[in-house]
């Protein structure tokens, strides 16, 4: 598995404080993108919070990743308030850092409610994750947030090979979003585009399964539209790689900021299954993980 | 009953896939307009996705319809997923096609989950919809889609004498929405208007009754601006049309999404009452749907 | 207590029927704003709808207050609806005008719904708000709509002394919002702003209590950027006037809108908590009242 990988995911960026995952994208940007066969225009700061916005070539779509990660808040005595939706266990380790230093310590489930096990109190406010643990076998990846490092990852890999495009890395996913309008205001005003795809993990269900595939994703909450799931479709056939179609009643994604917006942008989640969704042990096949990077850079020359 | 609206409910266009309505629309549109009294501009292709926009003279206010239905999504094992908020009834036919071919089924229901009873498996992702009955007798219609295709009719029969306003058909309603927000971006930068009708089907309730004249909402889940309804309140009044005040705690329309908008528009719903929402017998006074279309073109003209 | 406190505590401006208040701020406004440091350029009209905007030199920021208020909506058979989220208790007083004249009644409980007792109909769709009463002694306020009367008399106290920045007074925020978007766009087309405060009023709970200072809450439903509330809490840290950090997993405000704005402005919420909220009967502390008010200035100097 690449360094670039294990990097990523030891990064902690829970949602409202992304910005360690935006500083190491611009280093790693900087140092990598001369070996890539366009030079994009990067655009970050202040005017972009904590995003980053890279533009190929002459656009006509783009690739959403986001960056943030769920986790909790702490409250007061003791008390945990769950960022985006992590599962909520009974001894799971969780990392911080406050004013008096760094923090780790375990969930403790009182009653349905959660607390921390900490020595001390905690200042109020402070963002906590799950402690990492990633293990690699010759099949599978299993860490702490693949969902979204994945996506990440699978956007810097398309990196290396796109032409034209915008990828887009966006904050505050996990917890409601907010980041993809503005994002898709200045994409709009600079190089317009038509569709978005976008790269995040999915769930492992009885139709999804390890190994099949990448997903692409027919519907989650909300539904792309049909004329262009099967322009998609006809594409993912014609390459060759191995994909499996997923049907999803509930859930949610960068996508939903998408269909919402003020321009008519098609859009479409494609993106490697994972089982243990949200907890410290999300699992995702290796080889899924590869034909989502095969997929997009397919995808993207095409669409 | 005109042709039109048994055309109108013979179209399938669930969410996500409203391109044969669209079609029909723009066809009807080139036939008729040479006899409509202006001629309007109209605005349609993929800038739009599926919607479409007519510009009659010089608009300050705008008429919106929805052309997308509620409907199922096929998922895994013969699953079933709602699209909007269909009934869902043991035995009701749903009708739809795949790659294999056209398809008749019914609903099964188990344990509180929908199944279909199609002898073949269904391709993942298939949208269903409700298969269509019509009953016309002199007092009411009564089939599957009147809301809204009698939304759609309406304007189709404005269009015939409108002198000044947008007509605009979009897509997704029953499933969230998402394209009033560009249909409205698209209006502001052409010819921005102040206010909104919304052309749909409400509810029969302890207060709203058949036979007692076209619906205006007071308030669903959202509440128009008093100001605005005192004037259309006024001018119902006025008009000697027959009219009934409805006044909901729930439930949405398209004025949702222009209540959100980044514009200052006022908005207000104003519809034929139906019985059966959502199910294939859906049932409306055929006088309250004329009452409709006479409110809808006495407004247009004075607002 | 001042008289404007009091005056502003006893119109009535139900969400969807503020323009009682806004009339009042324009009249206030026209007459003493000779006496504020800088004079404001002042926006309101109907392309504001009910809303008012206030722009004092160049702005970087702005600060909002919602100058609507709860309440209910009558539908039939003496039924009422809330708006936006009042607690439904037995015997609370009601008042508001119809057609026919002046309304005083009960709130009826029965079987969890709500009904009036006023002896005879009142007209579909109007609005009811809480009967006020007003009580102040040495240490507390108590009255209807402390929520947000408060944060519109915070924001006119600013408005003495602010040389740079937007004060914008909303619509609709306790009935899901809706106006927010259209001033942004404004605001941004006229004169961009980085950063919004939320003035408006919170919770008293386990964790923040009377008389502790002004609060200045780190999340609700929604999570402010990190770097933002960093400097928020220097500043304040700095200016010696008392506050306490408020963390919540639920509840919302303009910030939320401000949030999913297609602009990158970031925004907090700071405002003096009150007990009893959403009823007749809000309470506030007087000292945490001029906390809020001072913070308020010291900020809007150095952000």
């Given at each position: 598995?690449?360094?670039?990988?294990?990097d990523?995911l030891?990064?902690?960026?829970?949602?409202?404080?992304?910005?360690?995952?935006?500083?190491?994208l611009?280093?790693?940007?900087?140092k990598?993108?001369?070996?890539?066969?366009?030079?994009?225009?990067?655009y970050?700061?202040?005017?972009?919070?904590?995003?980053?916005?890279?533009?190929?070539?002459?656009?006509?779509?783009?690739?959403?990743?986001?960056?943030?990660?769920?986790g909790?808040?702490?409250?007061?005595?003791?008390?945990?308030?769950?960022?985006?939706?992590?599962?909520i266990?009974?001894?799971?380790?969780?990392?911080?850092?406050?004013?008096?230093?760094?923090?780790?310590?375990?969930?403790?489930?009182?009653?349905?409610?959660?607390?921390?096990?900490?020595?001390r109190?905690?200042?109020?406010?402070?963002?906590?994750?799950?402690?990492?643990?990633?293990?690699?076998?010759?099949?599978?990846?299993?860490?702490?947030?693949?969902?979204?490092?994945?996506?990440?990852?699978?956007?810097?890999?398309?990196?290396?090979?796109?032409?034209?495009g915008?990828?887009?890395?966006?904050?505050?996913?996990?917890?409601?979003?907010?980041?993809?309008?503005?994002l898709?205001?200045?994409?709009?005003?600079?190089?317009?585009?038509?569709?978005?795809?976008?790269?995040?993990?999915?769930?492992?269900?009885?139709?999804?399964?390890?190994?099949?595939?990448?997903?692409?994703?027919?519907r989650?909450?909300?539904?792309?539209?049909?004329?262009?799931?099967?322009?998609?479709?006809?594409?993912a056939?014609?390459?060759?790689?191995?994909?499996?179609?997923?049907?999803?009643?509930?859930?949610?994604?960068?996508?939903?900021?998408?269909?919402?917006?003020?321009?008519p942008?098609?859009?479409?989640?494609?993106?490697?299954?994972?089982?243990?969704?949200?907890?410290?042990?999300?699992?995702?096949?290796?080889?899924?993980?590869?034909?989502?990077?095969?997929l997009y850079?397919?995808?993207?020359?095409?669409?």
């Amino acid at each position: 598995m690449s360094k670039l990988l294990i990097d990523l995911l030891k990064i902690n960026s829970v949602s409202g404080n992304e910005s360690p995952m935006t500083d190491f994208l611009i280093e790693y940007i900087w140092k990598r993108k001369d070996h890539w066969k366009v030079q994009p225009e990067v655009y970050f700061g202040e005017d972009f919070h904590d995003c980053l916005l890279l533009k190929f070539g002459k656009p006509t779509g783009a690739v959403f990743s986001h960056i943030d990660t769920i986790g909790f808040s702490t409250r007061y005595e003791n008390q945990l308030i769950p960022i985006g939706g992590p599962e909520i266990e009974q001894g799971t380790r969780l990392i911080g850092h406050d004013s008096l230093g760094p923090i780790s310590c375990k969930i403790i489930l009182n009653d349905d409610f959660a607390f921390h096990d900490f020595p001390r109190a905690i200042d109020r406010g402070t963002l906590l994750s799950f402690e990492q643990s990633i293990t690699i076998d010759d099949e599978f990846i299993q860490a702490a947030y693949l969902d979204n490092r994945l996506g990440i990852y699978n956007c810097l890999k398309l990196c290396e090979e796109l032409e034209n495009g915008w990828v887009a890395f966006s904050t505050y996913e996990e917890h409601g979003g907010g980041s993809v309008p503005y994002l898709l205001r200045f994409i709009n005003e600079n190089a317009p585009i038509k569709f978005a795809l976008i790269s995040d993990i999915t769930w492992v269900t009885e139709g999804v399964q390890h190994h099949n595939g990448v997903a692409i994703s027919l519907r989650d909450k909300f539904i792309p539209r049909k004329k262009f799931l099967e322009k998609i479709l006809s594409l993912a056939e014609e390459s060759g790689i191995p994909y499996q179609l997923e049907v999803e009643g509930s859930g949610g994604s960068d996508g939903r900021e998408i269909q919402f917006s003020p321009y008519p942008i098609d859009w479409c989640f494609i993106g490697a299954p994972e089982d243990n969704v949200h907890t410290p042990q999300e699992k995702v096949s290796l080889k899924d993980l590869q034909n989502m990077v095969d997929l997009y850079k397919y995808l993207m020359k095409r669409l």
